[in-house]
């Protein structure tokens, strides 16, 4: 926070409420002193449900094992901010900013991302599943392996990513960019890859039953040997051992 802002009251009203309705019911407002100190203080073991925290500064903060259920983060700075281990249920961070933010074994479940800045933001161990990405450029993220199990990335961009050991299954990337990204080992049991450009991605030791490659272009891309013979079987090829 800014120094000269202390004392300075920050509302954070139940999500969906306006701006007005929250002034007249004086529900969840807090001081500074309730907020994630900048000053790496961590703010720790917190529970808040239905809030809006669309118009406080988390720069910087630092927060650990706290839980978030249904809140708003819509257009929320969070910038450098560090988060460990905590659990974002259903919460909203369209037009969020969390440039060179650090995430350590957090779970952001079915929450929103949409036109959220996510530059140099890290997810490590993370878990992300049913969370949908609109139009998000995760390509200038790090992911680091993690649970990213029915994640909507439809028309994603995540060209060039490093994404090795990263669980997909079930993930949605119909359209998405996935050109010369780093795969291997990840998990796409049952992904949906429909028009997805994959030129150059390396998919060796990859997970990739119940995938349908029919109608994908494939030049380009790095499959192991196993890989290869499944892929040509589900283009109902007739895999022989020579001389049978």
Same mark, same amino acid.
Request: aromatic share 8%.
């Given at each position: 926070? !800014?120094?000269?802002? @202390? ?17 007249l019911e004086n ?17 720790? /073991? ?26 708003? =983060?819509?257009?929320?700075? #969070? ?8 659990? *974002?249920?259903?919460?909203? =961070?369209?037009?969020?900013?969390l440039s060179s933010?650090?995430?350590? /074994?957090?779970? *952001?479940?079915?929450?929103? =991302?949409?036109?959220?800045? #996510? ?7 993370? @878990? ?8 998000? &450029? #995760? ?33 949605? =990337? ?7 990204? &780093? ?7 049952? !992904? ?6 994959? !030129? ?12 349908? *490659?029919?109608?994908?272009?494939? @030049? ?7 890989? !290869? ?8 090829? #007739? ?6």
């Open positions: 926070m !800014a120094n000269g802002q @202390k004392g300075r009251v920050v509302q954070t009203r139940p999500a969906g409420q306006t701006q007005q309705e929250g002034r529900r969840g407002c807090h001081t500074l002193s309730d907020v994630p100190h900048t000053d790496g203080t961590p703010w720790q /073991g917190r529970d808040h449900v239905e809030e809006d925290f669309g118009d406080v500064d988390l720069t910087e903060a630092v927060l650990q094992a706290c839980r978030f259920t249904r809140c708003s =983060f819509r257009g929320a700075r #969070l910038i450098e901010t560090a988060t460990h281990r905590c659990s *974002f249920v259903a919460c909203d =961070f369209r037009g969020a900013r933010s650090r995430h350590d /074994g957090s779970q *952001f479940l079915t929450c929103q =991302f949409g036109m959220t800045e #996510l530059f140099d933001a890290r997810f490590d161990e993370c @878990k992300l599943t049913g969370t949908t990405f609109v139009e998000v &450029d #995760l390509s200038v993220a790090r992911v680091i392996r993690g649970d990213w199990s029915y994640v909507n990335l439809r028309h994603g961009s995540l060209a060039g990513m490093a994404l090795r050991g990263v669980r997909f299954s079930d993930a949605d =990337f119909y359209g998405s960019d996935l050109r010369r990204a &780093d795969l291997r080992d990840a998990d796409l049991s049952r !992904a949906t890859l429909a028009t997805a450009r994959l !030129a150059g991605a390396d998919l060796r030791g990859a997970r990739l039953a119940g995938v349908d *490659f029919r109608g994908l272009e494939l @030049k380009g891309v790095r499959l192991d040997l196993p890989q !290869a013979i499944h892929v040509a079987r589900r283009y109902g090829a #007739l895999v022989e051992d020579v001389d049978r």
